[in-house]
């Protein structure tokens, strides 16, 4: 298994409130894309990342050894769920102890390989596409006010380009103490990519020049996500972005290749930067 990630400010926006953390370890993948006032979309993105990552560490789920394997991915599934919702309950709370965090948010979409397949959850427009065989597919739907438009067919192909309010999400992180939180499983391919991204990534590039950059460096993912951003900055790159590239190719369930990775843009670097960032925003410390 290989798997890398990257993220970049844009070329429009002052800071960069995308995260994104992966764990080979583990074969969990996350990206998140905050949004809010000064700080507080950061502040957000990153709390998702770090209460999903602990809920999956820390709530273990009962031995599935005997358990048939649509229990046990059923179980895998649930918990994935459950860490999504844990976050937005964290994030809720923390949105309303004060004015400086109302209205804060974040999307989140969620990658777990275990057992030959992927576990997958989601909330808000950022998404998971799957590549197999030179081909790109969707997997998860936008929760957003065009992808509403599109479903009702109220709104013509040609329109969707059109559309003045693509960035308009239904659903997100921090707006409610409970989320409806979209998961599903499928089995892994024999030669499976996924790709995770921010809409920074998909308002900009089309799927099918998407799926020409990842398939242009077979093998090498890290080179595929810094294409794929430096594609968006070619255009003018109006929001930031975020690319996880995940190849199960060489998926076998053994050691990771590679040790867990946390990419939070404007942090104090080491093992320990997520947490000691976000103790200093809940003890009201000095701004970072």
């Given at each position: ?84 919702q844990h976050a937005n309950r964290s994030i809720f709370q923390k949105a309303n102890e ?80 409970d989320v409806e939180v979209d998961t599903s499983v499928i089995p892994l391919g024999n ?98």
């Amino acid at each position: 298994m290989r798997a890398a990630g990257l993220t970049d400010v844009g070329c429009k926006r002052s800071m960069n409130q995308d995260a994104f953390f992966l764990d080979p370890d583990n074969q969990l993948y996350i990206v998140a894309d905050g949004m809010g006032g000064h700080k507080a979309g950061d502040l957000a993105s990153k709390m998702a990342l770090e209460f999903i990552r602990q809920y999956i560490d820390e709530i273990d789920t009962e031995d599935v050894g005997d358990l048939p394997e649509n229990k046990a991915l059923k179980r895998e599934e649930e918990r994935c769920g459950k860490a999504v919702q844990h976050a937005n309950r964290s994030i809720f709370q923390k949105a309303n102890e004060s004015m400086d965090f109302h209205g804060m948010g974040t999307t989140v979409v969620l990658l777990k390989i275990t057992h030959g397949h992927a576990v997958l959850a989601h909330v808000g427009d950022s998404r998971i596409y799957r590549i197999q065989d030179e081909e790109i597919v969707q997997l998860t739907k936008d929760h957003s006010r065009l992808q509403e438009l599109i479903d009702q067919e109220r709104i013509t192909p040609e329109e969707v380009e059109r559309y003045p309010l693509k960035n308009v999400i239904t659903r997100a992180l921090g707006g409610a103490p409970d989320v409806e939180v979209d998961t599903s499983v499928i089995p892994l391919g024999n030669n499976d990519l996924f790709l995770l991204c921010s809409d920074g990534l998909s308002g900009v590039l089309t799927d099918g020049e998407s799926l020409e950059l990842v398939c242009s460096n077979p093998g090498d993912p890290e080179e595929s996500c810094r294409r794929l951003i430096q594609s968006t900055l070619d255009r003018g790159a109006p929001d930031n972005v975020t690319v996880i590239i995940c190849d199960t190719r060489a998926y076998t369930g053994g050691e990771p290749s590679s040790p867990p990775l946390d990419a939070f843009p404007d942090s104090d670097s080491g093992p320990g930067a997520l947490r000691k960032f976000i103790d200093r925003w809940f003890k009201g410390n000095q701004p970072v």
